[in-house]
């Protein structure tokens, strides 16, 4: 499919303004709903701050931030577009829709909306939306063909050196 990490950017964006939109318009911050017991739960936060809710209040710091590294990676898309790495295209689609999900929400509102609540044990990870793991998804897999590509690589150069001997 043509474009197709612009597509998966667009459903990641998608899914997070819907789910967004859903808990926001169905729930009170601080509500929660049990999805397993302790250790999932729907709340709703809003976050004024960056991811861990760090640097409360900098919105304009992380609106041009956000619109940097948007841009940034739309132009990393455009010039790896024909290189065959679909594995890396897909995960920058994540990334984006992600970065774009959270912009929106800092531009219009001057903060994200964030509801998955993990609990291990006494520790209570930080609450999340679907942007985040379109970001923590795509940047796994940016690693992922980091090392799948400098495989190939290295075979490829073995290989080579193999044909040229005498």
């Given at each position: 499919?043509?474009?197709?990490?612009?597509?998966?950017?667009?459903?990641?964006?998608?899914?997070?303004?819907?789910?967004?939109?859903?808990?926001?318009?169905?729930?009170?911050?601080?509500?929660?709903?049990?999805?397993?017991?302790?250790?999932?739960?729907?709340?709703?936060?809003?976050?004024?701050?960056?991811?861990?809710?760090?640097?409360p209040?900098?919105?304009?710091?992380?609106?041009?931030?956000?619109?940097?590294?948007?841009?940034?990676i739309?132009?990393?898309?455009?010039?790896?577009?024909?290189?065959?790495?679909?594995?890396?295209?897909?995960?920058?689609?994540?990334?984006?829709?992600?970065?774009?999900?959270?912009?929106?929400?800092?531009?219009?509102?001057?903060?994200?909306?964030?509801?998955?609540?993990?609990?291990?044990?006494?520790?209570?990870?930080?609450?999340?939306?679907?942007?985040?793991?379109?970001?923590?998804?795509?940047?796994?897999?940016?690693?992922?063909?980091?090392?799948?590509d400098?495989?190939?690589?290295?075979?490829?150069?073995?290989?080579?050196?193999?044909?040229?001997?005498?």
């Amino acid at each position: 499919m043509k474009y197709y990490y612009y597509w998966v950017a667009l459903v990641v964006f998608a899914l997070d303004q819907i789910t967004k939109k859903i808990v926001s318009g169905t729930m009170q911050v601080g509500d929660q709903i049990s999805v397993i017991g302790e250790f999932f739960k729907i709340q709703l936060y809003k976050n004024n701050g960056a991811a861990f809710s760090m640097l409360p209040n900098q919105q304009l710091f992380f609106i041009v931030i956000t619109t940097a590294v948007v841009i940034g990676i739309i132009w990393y898309i455009q010039r790896n577009r024909n290189s065959g790495r679909t594995l890396l295209l897909a995960a920058l689609g994540l990334i984006l829709g992600g970065a774009i999900g959270n912009l929106f929400d800092r531009a219009l509102y001057g903060e994200v909306v964030d509801f998955f609540k993990l609990t291990f044990g006494s520790y209570i990870f930080p609450i999340f939306n679907i942007a985040d793991i379109g970001i923590n998804i795509g940047v796994v897999l940016i690693l992922l063909d980091t090392i799948l590509d400098g495989r190939y690589k290295r075979t490829n150069v073995q290989r080579k050196t193999a044909e040229d001997r005498p």
